[in-house]
């Protein structure tokens, strides 16, 4: 006589594992860790140090790419990249400046929590006209990137030297020759500098997540 498959089925014991799976608490349990874990792993990780606070920018006033008054009261409350150019620059301005398009494209999920501020090291030639045509050469978003200048040449060097902490020199006998800092420069929301970077691929990627960073945590800034 044969045997009738599905009697077997019927007669055959659960296995421990069937027996649990079929129990509702099981998939109570289940469906409380799986959602109750990762929050506790994220709740529980730790973060990375707090980037160090290297110096504090003094207040400025400068005149941007449209013409109007801009300084650090407009940038109070966000953090911004600053970086040092000149419009006539034939070799490392071009690159920077393209790299910096980039960056403006990586940071726009940001909101309006960072922003990009190019300061010119050559006044006498970069007036707002001029920055203003270097500005759309580079497409750069006037509520994230803004091109600065100043009518004084001295007061401007003070504050690159003295509150950016960067170095600038020129030639009075070569117009094309200013040397200037190729590094940019990351400024928090209440004007502090929290961290110099190149313009490799390694350094912007690198300064990529300390904004992250720099703009999701919470300070005791006031």
Same mark, same amino acid.
């Given at each position: 006589?044969?045997?009738?498959?599905?009697?077997?089925?019927?007669?055959?014991?659960?296995? &421990?594992?069937?027996?649990?799976?079929?129990?509702?608490?099981?998939?109570?349990?289940?469906?409380?860790?799986?959602?109750?874990?990762?929050?506790?792993?994220?709740?529980?990780?730790?973060?990375? $140090?707090?980037?160090?606070?290297?110096?504090?920018? $003094?207040?400025?006033?400068?005149? /941007?790419?449209?013409?109007?008054? #801009?300084?650090?009261?407009?940038? =109070?409350?966000?953090?911004?990249?600053?970086?040092?150019? @000149?419009?006539?620059?034939?070799?490392?301005?071009?690159?920077?400046?393209?790299?910096?398009? *980039?960056?403006?494209?990586?940071?726009?999920?940001?909101?309006?929590?960072?922003?990009?501020?190019?300061?010119?090291?050559? $006044?006498?030639?970069?007036?707002? *006209?001029?920055? #203003?045509?270097?500005?759309? *050469?580079?497409?750069?978003?006037?509520?994230?990137?803004?091109? &600065?200048?100043?009518?004084?040449?001295?007061?401007?060097?003070?504050?690159?030297?003295?509150? #950016? =902490?960067?170095?600038?020199? =020129?030639?009075?006998?070569?117009?094309?020759?200013?040397?200037? /800092?190729?590094?940019?420069? &990351?400024?928090?929301?209440?004007?502090?500098?929290?961290?110099?970077? /190149? @313009?490799?691929?390694?350094?912007?990627?690198?300064?990529?997540?300390?904004?992250? &960073?720099?703009?999701?945590?919470?300070?005791?800034?006031?």
């Amino acid at each position: 006589m044969e045997s009738n498959p599905q009697t077997q089925t019927e007669l055959r014991t659960p296995s &421990l594992i069937e027996r649990v799976v079929r129990k509702p608490l099981f998939w109570v349990l289940f469906i409380a860790f799986s959602f109750g874990y990762p929050i506790y792993k994220s709740m529980n990780r730790t973060l990375p $140090p707090e980037l160090p606070v290297i110096a504090t920018v $003094p207040e400025f006033e400068m005149i /941007s790419e449209n013409g109007q008054r #801009f300084g650090s009261k407009d940038l =109070k409350g966000k953090a911004y990249l600053a970086n040092f150019i @000149f419009s006539r620059c034939p070799t490392a301005c071009p690159r920077m400046l393209a790299d910096l398009q *980039k960056v403006q494209k990586r940071i726009k999920g940001t909101g309006h929590k960072v922003s990009i501020v190019s300061f010119t090291v050559d $006044p006498k030639y970069d007036n707002e *006209k001029v920055l #203003f045509d270097l500005a759309r *050469k580079y497409d750069a978003n006037p509520h994230v990137w803004t091109f &600065l200048t100043k009518d004084s040449e001295e007061e401007l060097f003070a504050l690159y030297k003295d509150g #950016f =902490k960067v170095g600038v020199e =020129k030639n009075p006998q070569d117009l094309f020759d200013i040397a200037h /800092s190729e590094k940019i420069v &990351l400024v928090d929301e209440v004007g502090q500098i929290r961290g110099y970077y /190149s @313009f490799d691929e390694n350094s912007i990627n690198q300064l990529m997540i300390d904004v992250g &960073l720099l703009i999701n945590r919470p300070t005791n800034k006031e």
